[in-house]
């Protein structure tokens, strides 16, 4: 049993180590997603969360390079994908890998909890073995399991428990309480981690341009009513000092030239109203209120909505009064002529309009036409003259990724307009530094950034962790764990 020194300013104490919380990193500190934290009390711990980085420049699967669903846990441990945590997963998936202890030999009571299912949070938690509990809200379980259906799920085949806002939940000595917050997908919540040494607030991604601001607001004051000893939070677009000179400001106003979620809309019908000829887009679908908002400017522009079978089958269970209809591609007409039609697409095609190219080139100016970056090959068979490709935060999303020089060499050479009308559903850094100054915790851990130093809390401190370090938090305090040669850990 190891014992330990900490010291503040004016005491010490000596302590064992196994009756601290502890809080250990071992995703998303300077990358896009990834995030993997784990907060341990005794036999108690809770994992939060499990996706993979978000850098398709360096991703080993490129759509060319083919994923062993057989192998998965053992294939993304040897190429660096998920980290080496003891009692995660299950032995049958890791094949005898010596270096990491299964589930079913640990004797912690162990739980993993999800902020929001993109894929940079969820992309992993289909390899943690099948007797760990993994929580979503209810808002995240019903979409995740339509995106199952439609095939967008995650590798690994599992069950997840149900967790809503404002519900506390117990794993062992740690207790969890989700609370909704604003971000551009559905059910995304931030997590209060209370153990008997502290509590953890870790926000997951936010935003206050979106349609609910309220929430992300409500959130602040939520978390300060239950407080916090240690806050963790998001810094996606912190840019680095030398791309972005101007020091944060501390504001909550919207920037005349950010466009708000709810702004997009009429965004989009401006394109549309001075294009004669037909409107494509590419949205991610899993954003709900994009998906609303595209209907809402196919309405006002008196075009109608055509949705791929994916995103209507999303469309019709999350806005089901909405009228829409369904491309019907070339793939698609060869799975209905030979048999091979999944029962959701085909109950699907039976409910709605359904339009290939040919009728929609009869009047293109009468159509607005989703075009996912998969299903770029179908505008050959699309009049596109004199029309709009609109890109709205649809993948490829950046010039980061390789296929955005791609999507714009095909869109130059089939000869239609790119233009952009998209908004993150990331908080703007000055919007950050606001969040954060409202938070005004002792401890800060900014993460989920390429450039986390540039959040600086004005009174507490911020702290930058490292992989492989243990963090404690006793009485309320932050400390490292250090072991030296002797077996003495110091903390400081």
């Keep these: 049993m190891y014992r330990f020194l900490f010291s503040n300013e004016e005491e010490v104490f000596w302590v064992t180590t196994f009756e601290q919380t502890k809080i250990r990193f071992w995703g998303g500190l300077r990358t896009i997603g990834g995030t993997i934290v784990t907060v341990e009390y005794k036999d108690s711990r809770v994992v939060f969360d499990f996706g993979l980085k978000y850098d398709p420049a360096t991703n080993f699967f490129d759509g060319k390079l083919k994923l062993r669903t057989t192998s998965i846990v053992q294939d993304y441990l040897r190429l660096g994908m998920i980290p080496k945590i003891d009692g995660l997963y299950s032995d049958k998936d890791l094949a005898g890998n010596e270096e990491v202890i299964p589930a079913e030999l640990d004797k912690r009571q162990t739980a993993v909890i999800i902020s929001h299912i993109h894929l940079d949070h969820i992309g992993a938690m289909g390899t943690i073995a099948p007797e760990i509990p993994v929580y979503l809200t209810s808002d995240s379980l019903k979409l995740y399991r339509s995106l199952d259906t439609i095939g967008e799920g995650v590798p690994g085949n599992r069950e997840y428990q149900l967790c809503d806002y404002e519900q506390s939940f117990r794993i062992g000595e740690i207790t969890v309480t989700p609370i909704q917050v ?56 912190l840019r680095s000092v030398e791309e972005h000179r101007e020091p944060l400001v501390s504001t909550n106003k919207l920037p005349e030239n950010l466009l708000t979620e709810a702004q997009l809309p009429r965004k989009v019908e401006e394109v549309l109203e001075e294009t004669n000829g037909i409107g494509c887009f590419n949205i991610y679908n899993r954003n709900i209120d994009r998906i609303e908002g595209i209907l809402t400017a196919g309405k006002n522009t008196k075009r109608t909505v055509v949705f791929e079978p994916e995103t209507a089958y999303l469309a019709s269970l999350f806005i089901p009064d909405s009228e829409f209809a369904i491309y019907l591609s070339s793939e698609t007409i060869a799975e209905v002529k030979n048999g091979s039609i999944l029962e959701w697409k085909k109950s699907l095609l039976e409910r709605y309009e359904i339009l290939d190219a040919k009728k929609i080139n009869e009047h293109p100016s009468h159509y607005f036409v989703q075009n996912s970056y998969e299903n770029t ?82 009174r507490g401190r911020q702290v930058l962790p490292e992989y492989g370090v243990t963090y404690l938090l006793i009485n309320n305090e932050l400390t490292k764990m250090i072991e030296k040669d002797n077996g003495v850990v110091i903390g400081g």
């Design 377 to 458: 090959m179908e505008m050959f068979d699309l009049n596109v003259a004199n029309g709009v490709y609109i890109h709205s935060n649809g993948v490829p999303l950046g010039d980061f990724d390789p296929s955005y020089q791609n999507l714009q060499n095909f869109l130059e050479r089939i000869g239609i307009e790119h233009v952009l009308v998209g908004t993150s559903g990331h908080a703007i850094p000055n919007h950050l530094q606001y969040i954060l100054d409202e938070f005004d915790p002792d401890f800060f851990i900014p993460l989920h950034s390429f450039h986390p130093e540039r959040l600086i809390p004005r």
């Design 182 to 237: 604003d971000h551009d997908v559905l059910g995304a919540c931030a997590f209060h981690i209370e153990t008997p040494e502290g509590s953890i607030f870790y926000t997951g991604d936010l935003r206050l341009h979106g349609n609910y601001p309220e929430r992300t607001e409500q959130m602040i004051q939520k978390a300060k009513e239950r407080g916090f000893d240690v806050l963790i939070m998001e810094g996606t677009t």
